[in-house]
């Protein structure tokens, strides 16, 4: 019997799927002046971050890993309640004791012992300075004339690793708020129609406050290439494209 079917074997006697055993997720490394920090690109709006010994979980979904194989969490960030951005199971898988959750006044309705941060708040979490930033539509509505994503309910957040800002958006739209912000080093900036924003409306964004790295993401069949020439001369903008669609 080969090596290779050894292993798959014994991970189906186990009841492991191979296929889900050999998952395997795009990883940047960005340097701080306090270490490394490391991207896992897991899906959509999910991400994972390690830094300084300590694991983040942003917006963790079962239907983009399995996460009995992913390391639990120190600090679990969750933007809004939607089902694609909140799944309550696996934030129980994630927890640990002293796992610290940070979440909005919807959220905290699924997920019980967290922080809620209203829009504008600045905290320190699990050693982490924090800022909630609004997250909402301007244009993109329901039928009913409800926007996907109200104003003052949802966060994006501002998470300082080091010397490094990460801003990671959330649904929303180039609000004034996103356009305003100051000495963001790294970006995730949603693009899908109809609930968040145009390749258009991101680059207006990114235009307004130059993240020095830019990754769309939760882009679902929206085109990246589409906003990789919007900004091709933006030299103080790097846009990266990773999975995550």
């Not at 983040?56 to 194989?69: L, S, T």
């Not at 309705?109 to 050693?127: L, R």
């Not at 539509?137 to 104003?151: A, C, Y």
């Not at 995730?188 to 409306?201: A, I, K, Q, S, V």
């Amino acid at each position: 019997m080969t090596r290779l079917c050894l292993i798959t074997a014994i991970l189906l006697m186990v009841g492991v799927s191979p296929m889900i055993a050999a998952e395997k997720f795009e990883k940047d490394i960005i340097k701080t002046v306090a270490g490394d920090l490391e991207i896992t690109f897991i899906g959509h709006g999910t991400l994972m971050f390690a830094f300084g010994g300590k694991v983040i979980h942003v917006d963790p979904v079962a239907q983009f890993a399995d996460y009995r194989k992913m390391p639990q969490a120190d600090l679990i960030l969750i933007t809004h309640e939607h089902r694609d951005h909140l799944d309550s199971k696996v934030v129980a898988t994630l927890r640990q004791p002293g796992t610290q959750i940070v979440l909005n006044q919807a959220a905290a309705v699924q997920v019980a012992g967290g922080i809620v941060m209203k829009n504008g708040e600045v905290k320190t979490v699990a050693g982490f300075v924090i800022e909630a930033v609004p997250a909402y539509n301007l244009v993109h509505k329901r039928d009913s004339g409800e926007p996907f994503h109200p104003k003052g309910r949802d966060n994006g957040y501002v998470i300082t690793f080091g010397n490094q800002r990460v801003y990671v958006a959330g649904d929303t739209e180039n609000t004034p708020e996103m356009k305003a912000l100051k000495n963001i080093d790294i970006a995730f900036l949603p693009m899908n129609l109809p609930y968040t924003m145009t390749p258009e409306m991101v680059a207006d964004a990114a235009k307004a406050f130059k993240p020095k790295i830019l990754y769309p993401y939760h882009f679902g069949k929206t085109d990246p290439a589409k906003l990789t020439a919007l900004l091709k001369d933006q030299k103080e903008i790097e846009v990266r494209i990773r999975r995550m669609e």
